[in-house]
Structures are given as C-alpha cells and as structure tokens.
C-alpha cells in the first residue's frame, strides 16, 4: 500500500515522503497512530505542492545568498583600535565586532558565528570569509587600523 509520511518512520522514510508499506502495518500502526496517510489523490496533490513550495524558498534563498556574496566579495572593512607601543591590540578584534561594522558600512546583516575569521590581535590586513547559504560563502578584507 503506497502511503504518505506525516513524521519520521524509523527504517521506512522521513516525513513528507511517499513510501509503500504492507496493508497490516499501514492500518494498525501508521494511520491509528497519525504517522500516515494514504497516497490518494489528494495527498499526493498535497505532496507535489509542499515539495514545489520547498523548492522556491530554496531558490529564493540561494538567490538573496548570492546577491550578498557579490555585495560583499573584494571588499574592504576598516576597523579602528588601539594598541600599545608594540602594535599589540589592547584585546582583541572579535566577530561580533566585524559583524557590527558591516551593518553600518554595508548595511548588510551577518550571523558573527557563520563568520571564519583567525584572531586579530595587531594592526594590518586580514581575510575574513562568510558562510551565507550551503555552498555560498563571500570573502572580504578586513583592515586594522589606528
């Protein structure tokens, strides 16, 4: 019997899935417990829609991401510190930081923990990468000055 998943069904599909199973277990165990319903036309209509819908957002999404990724590569953000007489940093520079600066600078919002970036502890130039969307990432330069 081909039925539809409404939850996760350990060693038959995810939810959302459509998956055939024997008559018994269907009927005394799937559909009295909510875990499916039969694949008729209906479900499956509903099925095609929700998997439609999925995959716009998903389109959309990928899209906002890459706009972003071509607002943000080659950029430059310059930060200001200071630091002692040996060019230390009095603390450091931390994401959340670089996250901020980007608001005001590019009027762009970042997650600081999608953020790679190695410590900044002195003055100069360091890459900075941003993870957007699965496999969309933007580089940009961050620059420490006085």
Do not use: W
Request: with cysteine; aromatic share 6%; hydrophobic share 40%.
């Amino acid at each position: 019997m081909k039925v539809v998943l409404l939850a996760d069904v350990k060693g038959h599909g995810k939810k959302g899935e459509l998956c055939n199973v024997s008559d018994g277990f269907a009927k005394n165990f799937l559909f009295p417990k909510k875990l499916a319903v039969e694949a008729d036309a209906t479900a499956l209509n509903e099925l095609k829609n929700r998997q439609s819908s999925k995959e716009h957002h998903e389109a959309e999404n990928r899209k906002a991401a890459n706009e972003l990724a071509a607002k943000l590569n080659g950029k430059t953000l310059t930060l200001h510190a200071k630091a002692g007489a040996s060019g230390k940093l009095f603390g450091s520079i931390t994401s959340k930081e670089i996250a901020q600066e980007l608001k005001k600078a590019f009027d762009v919002e970042i997650d600081r923990k999608k953020m790679n970036i190695a410590d900044i502890k002195s003055y100069g130039d360091y890459t900075a990468e941003v993870k957007l969307y699965q496999g969309i990432s933007a580089k940009f330069t961050v620059s420490v000055t006085e």
